[in-house]
Every structure is written in C-alpha cells, then in structure tokens.
Antibody
C-alpha cells in the first residue's frame, strides 16, 4: 500500500537550517511529482513547493522561495526539503504528498512538526 | 498567482442538513480543483478531484461541481462524522493554492 513517512522535524533556532525527509513506498516513486504542504498551528493548509518526477527543478511558494530547496533521490525513493534561514513563521506541520494524473494529493504522510524558536 | 476564496469561512449545521461550500478562483482553472476534509489533529483527506470526481471510498453524499472560476462542494445530508474543516485546492498552475478553509460545526 502507498505510504509516505516524513521525518526530520524538531525545534530549531531562527536563521538555522533543517532538512526534512519523506520516505515513499508502495508506488512507483519515479512516476510522480512530489509536493510539500505545511500547516501552521491553528491555520490552514499552505502549498510549499514541488519537484517534478524527473527532479529537473523545483517550484516554490513565494514565502519560501530562495530559502527552501526540494530534491529527490529515486534510488532511495525519498523526497527532501532543505530549509535554510528559518523564521518563526515557518513553524508548522510539514506534509509530503504526491501527484500523477488524477492522483493529485490522494495520499499524504502523517506530517512532521518544525518549530522555529529561540 | 491564483488566489482562492471560500465561503462561508465557518458555518453551523445540524445532522441531516444539506451543506454547500463555495470556492472561487481569481482566474480560470478549468476543472483542476480538489476538495479536502480535515479533522483536528488529522491528515487532510481528499474527497473530490477534477472538480466533480468522487474519491474512492468517500460517501456519495459528497459531491462537487463547477469549472472555470466557481466551484461548490455539497454534502447532501450532513452526518456526525462530517463535522470538520474543508479546503479547496487549485492545481491548474504553480504555485498551487489552497482556499482558506470552511469550518463546519454542530449547531
């Protein structure tokens, strides 16, 4: 069955970096574009960014552009989110999800919490 | 960027009520719209994709309609397990954008 498992969250000081991972299984990872979505405490869902199936280049929300980088390793079926220059407003649960044809955001990981605080 | 709005932002309803939530896009998105349900502390769950296609396993009381810039999610007869927050998502073009959500609670 399809599984997406995020890891790497934690507490980090403003200005520091953190890398999240999303381990995928149960489907052909290399066929799917992969996305990150976040949700700040008590707030709505925010699309963060995406990487195409071929990992060519990423697409990002304006709020993270230039600070966050999405990459993927198809040999490990793993998606990454490198977060630099973190700000308190980046505090959120970060989810990974997938897209291919009609399978747009049909499966989500359980999320990993990132807290940016001094 | 495409902006998504939802109305209402919150509503109170009773079991058995017919509930309609509207999502509007700032520009045309064809039918590249999905609806999600989220309960507190839980992962979002996709209900509808391509504006009107029902996700497998989702009860038939949920339905979606619309195209272009205006979309609706309808729950034909609200059940106790349907009290949640509902989000629309446009995936016509990057950056993808979610609506701000509609919270449905018990009257």
């Amino acid at each position: 069955q399809v599984q997406l498992v995020e890891s790497g969250g934690g507490v980090v000081q403003p200005g520091r970096s953190l890398r999240l991972s999303c381990a995928a299984s149960g489907f052909t990872f290399s066929n799917y574009s992969m996305h990150w979505v976040r949700q700040a405490p008590g707030k709505g869902l925010e699309w963060v960014g995406a990487i195409p199936y071929d990992g060519d280049h990423g697409y990002y929300a304006d709020s993270v552009k230039g600070r966050f980088t999405i990459s993927r390793d198809s040999s490990k079926n793993t998606l990454y989110l490198q977060m630099n220059s973190l700000r308190p407003e980046d505090t959120a649960v970060y989810y990974c999800t997938r897209r291919h044809g009609y399978n747009t955001f049909d499966y989500w990981g359980q999320g990993t919490l990132v807290t940016v605080s001094s | 960027d495409i902006q998504m709005t939802q109305s209402p932002s919150a509503m109170s309803a009773s079991v058995g009520d017919r509930v309609t939530i509207t999502c509007r896009a700032s520009q045309g998105i064809a039918n590249y719209l999905a609806w999600f349900q989220q309960k507190p502390g839980k992962v979002p769950k996709r209900l509808i994709y391509t504006a009107s296609s029902l996700q497998s396993g989702v009860p038939s009381r949920f339905s979606g309609s619309g195209s272009g810039t205006e979309f609706t999610l309808t729950i034909s007869s609200l059940q106790p397990e349907d009290f949640a927050t509902y989000y629309c998502l446009q995936y016509n073009s990057f950056p993808f954008t979610f609506g701000p959500g509609t919270k449905v609670d018990i009257k």
